[in-house]
């Protein structure tokens, strides 16, 4: 999740090299751990680096797992951290790291490895986490700066080598032109090997439109019906754009749907498409494109909250491009739209909402403010399950509260009800402790009736689950929820298996370390592409 328009010719290099910032390394410990005499037995272990890359052929399990439970799982997330005396200032901006759990006849296997970006090389050439990132940019090494410039940018020749070419691509994985990729809010995707896990270079989009200079939503949708993803850009300059495309399954080129100018655009973590709509929300947290000609604040440091704003809901036909309405509501914040479709003259759409923007509570300054004198009204996870409703013949958009019980990382029967009506949304939730981005729950809601279901044990701590549907699945909910738990006490962490209709576990696969807290994922499916 990084950004940064400005890293083109020698004035890129020259104003990363003046522009630096003096890092303070403090006492050379990572800034979690600064002030905690152990972060063993505590859920700080889900924010340290993870430095090995193994491969397990099978893992012990407790329980059973489904003889019908056949592909990979594969997860993405930040596994590194700090490295010497450097560091980055929050959790997003770690080093990405695949793992992926395969399983076949009741059995699972483990890997991991790193995502050798631009970004891997950096910090291996350096031995710095000197890099700026999605919302890093004060903690710059001027002195692995200077290495950098002389070694990779004066010899090479290439200052675009810096980072753009290859970005940190630690947010989500997709499946495009029957390639595995990584993806990140900056061009382009990372192709990795499927059994290797070994980065294969970066997935070049196959036409005319922007590849570069651009940030991209790290939440493509697929829709199976029409065997096409839908996703979106931004271009920042001059004139501002968001740009909605499509890209035909087994092609890599872009065909644009939609582009609508704006002067200053919104930071939108994610989208909904329904049969006929695309559903784009622009938050009023908005960013003055001049202010991105600058590099060393991070990128989303530069966006501004501005409430005042309100939110417009847009709903653009996908057929023909054009919007059908904007309909505004009151400010709010979300990352995650959950799901949306279409309820015979209106549109629904499910979202996770913020009052307010959140960004601050993954820098680890503030985690470790919350380990220590525990969760405030500034930082713990205050989002709703928040459902909207617009009648476009009337212009009206309503908004109700389906749950208040706090979520993120939200996942649904995705292949049969993503644009579809639905019942189920499964997420991560704060059952006990009301941290912000540390879960210690699963929850099922169901957003018809506003029951939850949750799986909870102390001192564990989840990630995003994914539910799979059994092969001859009979109801919405048949199937399992995967998701990766780290065990504070143990120091390791588990795959947890769920029965996704009674919410029981069936399984636990131990792996053989701690998983740093992840961020999205993908099941594959063996033998039936995706
Ligand atoms: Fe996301």
Same mark, same amino acid.
């Given at each position: 999740m990084f950004m940064n328009i400005?890293?083109?010719?020698i004035f890129t290099a020259l104003g990363l090299f003046f522009c630096a910032q003096l890092v303070l390394?403090?006492?050379?410990?990572p800034p979690f751990i600064q002030?905690?005499?152990?972060?063993?037995?505590?859920?700080?272990k889900g924010f340290d680096n993870l430095s090995q890359e193994v491969s397990v052929p099978s893992l012990p399990v407790r329980g059973q797992i489904p003889s019908w439970l056949s592909g990979t799982f594969f997860r993405n997330g930040p596994a590194k951290f700090y490295e010497n005396d450097s560091f980055v200032?929050?959790?997003?901006?770690g080093l990405g790291m695949i793992h992926s759990y395969s399983f076949v006849n009741g059995t699972v296997s483990y890997a991991n490895k790193f995502i050798k970006s631009s970004f891997y090389d950096f910090v291996a050439q350096t031995?710095?986490?000197a890099y700026e990132g999605f919302m890093s940019g004060?903690?710059?090494?001027l002195a692995a700066k200077i290495k950098y410039f002389f070694k990779n940018i004066l010899m090479q020749? @290439? +200052? /675009?080598?810096?980072?753009?070419? @290859? +970005? /940190?691509?630690n947010v989500n994985i997709a499946y495009y032109d029957k390639q595995l990729v990584a993806l990140s809010e900056i061009p382009l995707p990372i192709i990795f090997d499927q059994?290797?896990?070994e980065t294969k270079g970066v997935m070049d989009y196959?036409?005319?439109?922007?590849?570069?200079?651009i940030w991209e939503c790290a939440h493509p949708h697929y829709d199976s019906k029409k065997n096409e993803y839908i996703n979106y850009f931004i271009t920042y300059g001059r004139h501002c754009t968001y740009c909605f495309y499509s890209i035909e399954e087994g092609t890599t080129t872009r065909k644009i749907i939609a582009s609508i100018d704006t002067q200053e655009p919104s930071y939108a973590h994610s989208f909904s498409i329904t049969n006929n709509y695309i559903v784009f929300c622009e938050f009023p947290?908005?960013?003055?494109?001049?202010?991105?000609?600058?590099?060393?604040?991070?990128?989303?440091?530069n966006f501004k909250w501005k409430p005042q704003r309100g939110c417009n809901f847009y709903v653009i036909d996908?057929?023909?491009?054009?919007?059908k309405g904007i309909y505004r509501t009151d400010s709010f914040f979300s990352f995650h739209h959950v799901n949306a479709y279409e309820d015979n003259d209106t549109i629904i759409i499910d979202i996770i909402t913020?009052?307010?923007?959140?960004?601050?509570?993954?820098?680890f300054e503030n985690i470790l403010k919350v380990f220590k004198e525990g969760v405030s009204t500034d930082y713990a996870n205050n989002s709703v399950l928040s459902r909207f409703t617009i009648n476009p013949l009337l212009s009206t958009i309503d908004v109700t509260c389906l749950?208040?019980?706090?979520?993120?990382l939200p996942q649904i029967n995705y292949k049969q009800c993503n644009g579809s009506n639905y019942s189920y949304m499964y997420s991560a939730s704060n059952y006990r402790k009301n941290i912000?981005?540390?879960?210690?729950s699963i929850v099922k809601i169901n957003?018809?009736?506003g029951k939850a279901a949750t799986w909870y044990e102390e001192n564990c701590y989840t990630g995003e689950p994914m539910f799979v549907a059994c092969p001859?699945?009979?109801?919405?909910?048949d199937g399992v929820i995967l998701t990766v738990v780290l065990d504070a006490i143990a120091g390791t962490s588990f795959l947890l298996i769920l029965?996704?209709?009674?919410?029981?576990?069936?399984a636990r696969a131990y792996l053989p370390h701690a998983i740093p807290f992840g961020i999205h994922g993908f099941f594959k499916i063996n033998e039936q592409g995706k």
């Open positions: 400005k890293h083109n010719g390394l403090g006492n050379g410990q002030g905690v005499s152990s972060i063993s037995g505590t859920y700080l200032d929050n959790w997003l901006d031995s710095s986490m004060k903690h710059i090494s020749g @290439s +200052p /675009n080598s810096f980072k753009q070419n @290859s +970005p /940190n691509a059994t290797t896990l196959n036409d005319t439109l922007p590849h570069k200079q947290f908005v960013v003055n494109p001049l202010d991105l000609l600058f590099p060393t604040r991070g990128f989303i440091n996908r057929k023909n491009g054009q919007v913020y009052p307010s923007v959140e960004m601050d509570a993954v820098k749950s208040n019980v706090p979520v993120e912000p981005f540390v879960f210690d957003v018809k009736t001859e699945q009979r109801y919405e909910d029965d996704a209709h009674s919410f029981n576990e069936l």
